[in-house]
């Protein structure tokens, strides 16, 4: 059996969906503990500073720098690929704004409807957050008697989620996503960039404040690294074993957090490709994975208000509860007819671009 990820890699019959979905369970859980009011939940706290939360979000990137990755260079055009992000990132994200202007606003707010619809905060909602502009929190009147204010605050890491993709296809552009050398030389450009923020941090004091630093980053270039060396990795149970002890000989060091990523991603892709059988049937329900995502935060929101002083398990019980028949809705509705349509129109692209280099090469040159 040929176990190599690149060769994984080529079936779409994989747990990415099962392991996304529940992923963005793991953010709705870690943020019921600052919504409900309890303190937060972390895991290795101590050494590696990020809560349950944080996990999810690092694996959606790793993910995401996989598969993107996969996608630029089965398909290196750049409208297609453009075109591609486009449908999978902004729809559900609009729907997931819309949602809370026209739906939770008016019903939520406190003060009237008509100060709320004049108010220039409710039209900067919806422009900022869907054209990624910049995020905005808060809407007029929601949520201010909370323990948070923000309506909606897991859409912060869908702008280093867009400029991870821009950095991707600037390089792309360039030709150094196709040759070994090139690839081993960016992996080791990021790998000197990363320690010198890591060791040196005021020599980049203000970019390594910026939401893609270090973190979301690290896991995005990692993920897309894996794809363009995929032939070299093996997934093995013996080496992702091997691997948990990885992280745990730089414990007390500055590398923690970078051989930390390589596990997970390692234990992500082996989950993702090896586990086979009945587990699989997951990939007919669909991806729900990111309308967890952009709901839940909405959802655990309303929850506060409506059932003031909820304990923490109810919190989980009823995010996990409220937020998937959205995640369901926005999926069938939005989401996979608009990536149905997307792929569609790539295809169509691509077979034009294909068709066109194929009569070129049997025009005679008389006819050229």
């Known amino acids: 059996m040929n176990n190599s990820l690149h060769y994984c890699s080529k079936s779409m019959d994989n747990n990415f969906n099962l392991i996304r979905f529940i992923a963005a ?3 709705i859980v870690a943020h019921s503990y600052p919504l ?5 939940a972390t895991f290795f706290g101590k050494h590696i500073g990020i809560h349950l939360g944080g996990y999810a979000v690092n694996m959606f990137f790793a993910i995401s720098g996989f598969l993107v990755t996969r996608s630029f260079l089965r398909r290196p055009y750049l409208l297609v690929f453009a075109r591609a992000r486009f449908f999978r990132l902004i729809p559900g994200l609009l729907g997931a704004v819309l949602f809370s202007v026209f739906i939770v606003g008016p019903i939520f707010t406190q003060i009237s409807l008509y100060d709320y619809f004049s108010n220039e ?3 900067k909602y919806i422009f900022n957050n869907v054209s990624l502009k910049h995020i905005e929190y808060e809407l007029p009147g929601l949520f201010q008697t909370t323990p948070r204010s923000a309506v909606n605050g897991s859409l912060w890491s869908l702008r ?6 821009m950095v991707l296809l600037a390089v792309g552009s360039f030709g150094l996503l196709f040759k070994k050398s090139s690839v081993w030389f960016l992996g080791f450009s990021y790998f000197l ?9 005021e020599v980049f004091d203000e970019i390594s404040k910026t939401e893609v630093m270090q973190t979301v980053s690290l896991y995005f270039v990692l993920g897309s690294l894996s794809y363009m060396v995929s032939r070299q990795i093996k ?4 080496w992702a074993l091997a691997l948990v002890c990885l992280p745990f000989v730089f414990l007390e060091t500055k590398l923690f957090k970078l051989f930390f990523a390589i596990t997970l991603i390692y234990w992500v892709f082996y989950l993702a490709y090896i586990p086979a059988g009945f587990i699989r049937a997951f990939n ?3 991806d729900y994975s990111y309308g967890i995502y952009v709901y839940g935060f909405i959802v655990q929101q309303i929850i506060v208000s409506l059932v003031p002083g909820v304990s923490l398990d109810m919190m989980v019980l009823l995010s996990l509860f409220g937020t998937l028949p959205l995640a369901v809705m926005s999926w069938h509705v939005l989401e996979k007819p608009m990536l149905a349509y997307a792929k569609k129109k790539n295809y169509l692209a691509v077979e034009k671009h294909n068709a066109s280099k194929d009569d070129e090469m049997i025009l ?3 006819m050229k």
Do not use: H, I, N
Not at 36 to 40: M, N, R, V
Not at 160 to 165: I, N
Not at 235 to 238: P, S
């Open 160 to 165: 280093p989620e867009a400029k991870m993709y």
């Open 25 to 27: 369970m793991m953010v």
């Open 235 to 238: 997934l093995q149970l013996v």
């Open 193 to 201: 960039y990363y320690c010198t923020v890591v060791f040196f941090p």
């Open 364 to 366: 005679p040159d008389s």
């Open 36 to 40: 409900s009011g309890a303190e937060p």
């Open 284 to 286: 007919r329900l669909g």
């Open 121 to 123: 905060q409710t039209y």
